[in-house]
């Protein structure tokens, strides 16, 4: 289910509680829900489901109701990142599966909030190009060239930042415009009203085939460290003994399934064929989803078994990256955001 920020707002104002899918009983915003197999972590995710997000879907359907007391989890969709983060310092989800930058930038406001580990690591994105006005990064401040992101400050745009730095370009003379979802941007690509776009490689592939369209940028390969999306939670939510046990057996789910992932190519592509929201996700064959695995795995390092790169360091390491591009202003405490605690106990309860 997609909800949009205007239909989010409306039953947040009227104070409606939301139907449990699959359990016997009725959530209502800020109360724990339960199920006959146990509690339903309320998660709101990303609109759509790529190979990259696959095991943390797998985790939060499938594994987490292999350990006592849970069910699957309520994921409900949301088209816009800020909503999600909405959501939870609202109270109105447990724990969400969002953007970290738009997290920093809620703590960077007073938001009492706590990023507690990976939905995925690093990033699938890149840069594809209308290759016959672009041939390298330098081109892109030129004054007839414009790239296309989601939303100026998010990710997608920070993403192209610091390459940009790392190469001398004039962060004034580059032409950003916002259009929502790859598909979208995708379309004014091809469609010649935009130059540049951020897209998941897996949708690269396809592009290629209908034009000069190469990826100009990987930023997987341009950053010691990346985070894409994160699970993050509120303080008050966090202080509740169950809540802290959820927390961490959230993310013992999301662990076992990053290791089934990068171990087991059947499990993934099970998985895939079952979550992704990719048209005929359900049909596709081994020539197209082993490719996918494969980078994921062996380039992107999408799903480390320990989860080694979430550390406060590397997160502070791209704070000047995200001030860069205007999206914080520096004053977050980053040590105060980041909390490995709930990952630590979920490595030693798994070791």
Partial sequence: MMISRREMLKTLAVGTGAAVTGGSSLEVFGRTAWAQGGR???????????????????????????????????????????????????????????????????????????IIGLVFNSTSLVFVVNGNKVKQLQDLQKPETVVAVNSKGDFTHVLLVGPLLKRGVDLSKVTVVEIGGSGART??????????????????????????????????????????????????????????????????????????????????AAEYRKHSTVEKAAQQGDDVIKPVWEILVNQVKAFPGAMETFTVQNFKDLVPVYKAAESLEGKVDVEKVIDRSYLDQALKELS
């Fill in 40 to 114: 339903v972590l309320n998660i709101p995710v990303v609109g759509f489901t790529l190979g990259i997000h696959v095991p943390s879907m797998a985790a939060m359907k499938e594994i987490l109701p292999t350990i006592q007391g849970y069910s699957a989890a309520k994921t409900t969709r949301f088209a816009s990142q800020r909503v999600i983060t909405q959501t939870i310092v609202s109270g109105s989800g447990d724990v969400g599966a969002g953007d970290p930058i738009i997290t920093l930038r809620a703590a960077e406001a007073g938001a009492d909030v706590k």
């Fill in 187 to 268: 379309k004014a690509l091809l469609a010649g009203r935009v130059d540049a776009v951020p897209v998941h490689f897996d949708q690269a592939f396809d592009i290629a085939k209908q034009g000069n369209y190469p990826v100009l940028l990987d930023p997987a390969k341009e950053y010691k460290a990346w985070f894409g999306e994160v699970y993050f939670a509120t303080s008050d939510w966090l202080k509740k003994p169950e809540n802290k046990r959820a927390a961490v057996d959230l993310l013992k789910a999301n662990l076992m399934a990053f290791r089934k992932a990068s171990s087991d190519y059947a499990w993934f």
